[in-house]
Structures are given as structure tokens and as C-alpha cells.
């Protein structure tokens, strides 16, 4: 059975870091693209970061501007998100995901994607 297992977040002061990491089991994520969500209360769920299977291409939300990393070590089958600068706005539950076709690209949209972790609340002080 596939499984997303999120950890890394907690809360930081504004201005701070944070690095989340998604480890992936139940089967080979090579040449599947994961990336990460985040949802904050009352908002839909919106893309932070994708990236490839092969880790050459990278997407980010408009709101990254800079800020996060994503990163993928494929002999971990870990994926990565390093956040810097965190601001209050970024206060949210972060999910992983992955997709489950082959070659789909950083696509940004929630309903691309069907595998999900349970998430990892990252909270923001100021």
C-alpha cells in the first residue's frame, strides 16, 4: 500500500526556517512527480511545490517568490521542502503528494494528483 508519511513542521518565528520531508513507501516514486500542498483554514488546498521524477523540472506557487527549495533524494524515495523566510501567511497544513502517472510534468492543479500524507501543520508566529 502506498504511503505518505509528511514530518518537519512546527512553529517558527517569522523570518525563520522550517524543512519538511515526505518519505514515500509501497512502491518506486523514480519517475513519479511529488510535491507539496498546503491548506490554511478556510482557504482551498493550493500547490506550494512540485517537482519531477527525474528532478529536472520545478514548480512553485506564485507566493514562493524565492523562499522555498524543493528537492528530491530518490534513494530515499524522500522528497523535500525547504522553507526560508517563513512568513505568518505561510501558516498552514502542508501535505505531500504524489502523482501516479509516469511523465505528467509539475502539474499544479489538487486534482492531479490522488496520493496524499496526512499532512504537517506548520504555524507561523509573529
Known amino acids: 500500500q502506498v504511503q505518505l508519511v509528511e514530518s518537519g513542521g512546527g512553529l517558527v518565528q517569522a523570518g525563520g526556517s522550517l524543512r519538511l520531508s515526505c518519505a514515500a513507501s509501497g512502491r518506486t516514486f523514480r519517475s513519479l512527480s511529488m510535491g507539496w500542498f498546503r491548506q490554511a483554514p478556510g482557504k482551498e488546498r493550493e500547490v506550494v511545490a512540485v517537482i519531477s521524477g527525474g528532478g529536472t523540472m520545478t514548480r512553485y506557487g506564485e507566493f514562493v517568490k524565492g523562499r522555498y527549495t524543493i528537492s528530491r533524494d530518490a534513494a530515499k524515495n524522500t522528497v523535500y521542502l525547504q522553507m526560508n523566510d517563513l512568513k505568518p501567511e505561510d501558516t498552514a497544513v502542508y501535505y505531500c503528494?504524489?502523482?501516479?502517472?509516469?511523465?505528467?510534468?509539475?502539474?499544479?492543479?489538487?486534482?492531479?494528483?490522488?496520493?496524499w500524507g496526512q499532512g504537517t501543520q506548520v504555524t507561523v508566529s509573529t
Open positions: 503528494t504524489a502523482d501516479e502517472a509516469p511523465g505528467s510534468g509539475v502539474r499544479g492543479g489538487e486534482e492531479d494528483y490522488a496520493k
